[in-house]
């Protein structure tokens, strides 16, 4: 399914391309995504703020895909309607980013309310850590919408 969200992610969203984000792991626990520092650069030779914002709004979009695959929906329109992002401390290697999965009974909720409604919001949680430090922390809100309602 990672292959899957690869693809769909250079292919749907160029950024995500042009940035070099890959989807390295997925689990029950998280999905780690990496981009490198050379081509996210900024002027002082750090990860550029922007790149990072982009990290975690599209890794935690990613998130919400891979939900929606697994809850059994095909959700084509899914967007962020509220984000923060914490910057902590300049990113000087590859970028990392991990994506917190929600709790099963967050995602009961979730499904509840897609067989319900047809969409539904859910709160999404990353970090990009650098040796072993929190580099930054993002909140977003996310909407699911289901097509054919």
């Not at 399914?1 to 626990?29: A, C, F, G, R, V």
């Amino acid at each position: 399914m990672i292959n899957t969200l690869q693809n769909k992610l250079h292919k749907e969203i160029p950024l995500t391309k042009m940035m070099d984000i890959k989807i390295n792991s997925y689990t029950d626990i998280n999905l780690i995504t990496t981009a490198p520092l050379d081509i996210n650069i900024n002027d002082k030779g750090t990860a550029f703020g922007g790149s990072l914002s982009t990290m975690t709004i599209i890794s935690s979009w990613s998130m919400c895909w891979l939900i929606s695959q697994e809850l059994g929906f095909d959700s084509k329109n899914i967007v962020v309607i509220k984000n923060e992002n914490s910057y902590k401390r300049p990113v000087t290697k590859d970028i990392v980013c991990y994506t917190q999965k929600p709790s099963n009974e967050e995602l009961q909720i979730l499904k509840t309310k897609l067989d319900k409604k047809g969409s539904a919001s859910i709160k999404i949680y990353s970090k990009i850590i650098e040796d072993d430090k929190e580099c930054v922390s993002f909140e977003g809100v996310y909407v699911i919408k289901l097509d054919d309602r």
